[in-house]
C-alpha cells in the first residue's frame, strides 16, 4: 500500500465529462473520498437510483428538489443534503445548478462509466 499523494487541482483544467445534454460533470479522488462537481441546467433529471457510498451535497448555485422517501426536499445556493448509503433518491434542477457531491468511497461506477442511469441509457 503506498501512501497517500498530496494533489492540487485546478477545476478548469479537470476534464469535463458530457453525460446527457443537461448534466455535466468533474471528478476528483482521493484515497478514500471522491468529489465531482457537478453542472446541471434547468430542467435536468437525475432518475431515482441509489447506492452504497455515502453522500454530501452541497449546492454552490441553484436549487435541485429531491424526492426521498416520499418527500420533496428543495437545497438552495449554501444548502447541504446528506444521504445516507443504499437511500433511493433522485432529483430535479429547477434553475441552472452548480453542485458538489461528497463520496465515501469513491463511486466506482461513475468511475467506470457505468452509471447508464445518468446517460439517458437505464
Known amino acids: 500500500m503506498s501512501a497517500a499523494t498530496l494533489k492540487h487541482i485546478k477545476w478548469n483544467e479537470v476534464t ?15 484515497g478514500k473520498v471522491m468529489l465531482a462537481r457537478v453542472l446541471l441546467k434547468k430542467g435536468a433529471h437525475v432518475p431515482e437510483h441509489h447506492h452504497h457510498n455515502e453522500q454530501v451535497t452541497y449546492i454552490l448555485d441553484g436549487a435541485l428538489k429531491f424526492k426521498i422517501e416520499g418527500k420533496e426536499i428543495v437545497i ?12 433511493p433518491h433522485e432529483a430535479w ?10 463520496f465515501i468511497p469513491p463511486r466506482e461506477d461513475w468511475l467506470a462509466g457505468t452509471d447508464a442511469y445518468l446517460r439517458g441509457s437505464r
Open 16 to 30: 469535463l465529462e458530457h453525460l446527457n445534454p443537461q448534466i455535466d460533470r468533474q471528478m476528483l479522488v482521493g
Open 76 to 87: 438552495r445556493s449554501g444548502e447541504v443534503l446528506c444521504i445516507p448509503p443504499h437511500m
Open 93 to 102: 434542477a429547477l434553475e441552472d445548478t452548480v453542485d458538489l457531491d461528497v
